[in-house]
């Protein structure tokens, strides 16, 4: 058995129930087998056994009282995986299906993005499987200042700064900010993504989705291709999916989806930005809303969903942009995509797409964005956030964006030539995984057994 076969069994041994982790553990060390095969240093400095183990893993009680005086309890989880290049660096997710696997699966990919960012963080991811849909803003608030009352001894502007996911946007870490401030009697850029006003970087919000499309722009450049005047399908509706459409019409194309936990929309116009924008960041409404007011758009519940499938894939586009979630592309609608002629697919979110989805994808040499090269825009922008923060500094919006840009563009050169030097140049799952892993490597052997 090969050392990478030997961590990958261990791990299936120790930890048969984390199945995204090991998800997420499969792909990536597969797609090191190459390089760890020539570089027996890895194995006699055993990098990948304490890889793959957090350096801290945090889980704690988040109780909390709501609207009608009941006590509830929630929860709460911080992964510190890995610091070997800066303090750990990652968001908190609340959301119902959040447990200890999927925040390790996170915080491990996590580790890899950042260091293709270049900038200077470790790999963290925390949560909570608490909904914030639904709760009052007096709940959500209460709920954020408790998830602090624990987490703010665990963190700092040079140990670990959290920030967003799913379900933390401005108003959460908002809250959680203040929470902090109260407690530790500090004004430090110790969570991302805060308000402009109060120490947030501009294109913050954007960056993610932004990020996303300047990497698929990028891809298709280096064939000499464009997204102009081109349809393409976004999945989701938070943060990410909705900065994907405003960058997708920036550059010309025409975004036709968006989608939410209850359904999805297909406008054939294109995606009315203001109205989504209204409907999901001002109302926090369900997308049904936008069909009854535009009428261009029909919307299809998930329960009418093709049987496996899901229904933003099965229309027809030059480029995908998974933006929702894990797992939300299989292969059958990796199948689809393909047959309706799809070109690009960059990922918004963190693995949106199956094992197999991801195989089809590479082996059909399209041009195939995954998460942690094509999302690491809004972790890089929260690197910018805290170099702003740590010389007290404010950049314009055209500034962070312009840095935006060459980093996403940096990372897609940086990827393609690892690939390439494996002769797998549309292989940009490998060039990925290798390019991120080799400086964590690096700096593992360099900083000694800790
Ligand atoms: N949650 C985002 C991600 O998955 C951003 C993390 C951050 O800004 O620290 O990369």
Redesign the pocket.
Known sequence: MSYVEQVISSCEEKFPHQVYFLQALREILESLKVEISHNPIYEKYAILERLVVPERSIAFRVPWVDDCGRVRVNQGYRIEFNSALGPY???L?FHPSVNEDVIKF?GFE?IL?NSLTTLRMGGGKGGSDFDPKGKSENEVMRFCQSFMNELYRHIGDHTD?????IGVGGREVGFLFGQYKRLSNRFDGVL??KGVEWGGSLV?KEA?GYGSVYFAQAMLEAEGKSLEGKVCCVSGSGNVAIYTIEKLYALGAKPVTASDSKGMIYDQEGIDLELLKEIKEVRRASLEEYAQIKKSAIYTSVSEYPQGQNAVWSVPCFAAFPSATQNELNILDAQTLLKNGCQCVSEGA?MPCTQEATNLFVDSKICYGPAKAA??G??A??GLEMMQNASMSIWTFDEVDAKLLKIMRGIFAQIKAVAQEFNDEKNLVLGANIAGFRKVAKAMIDQGVV
């Open positions: 660096k990652g968001g997710r996170l996590q993005k700064i959290p920030a967003g996911d991302t993504g913050r993610t963190n999302n690491a809004g972790v922008t929260s």
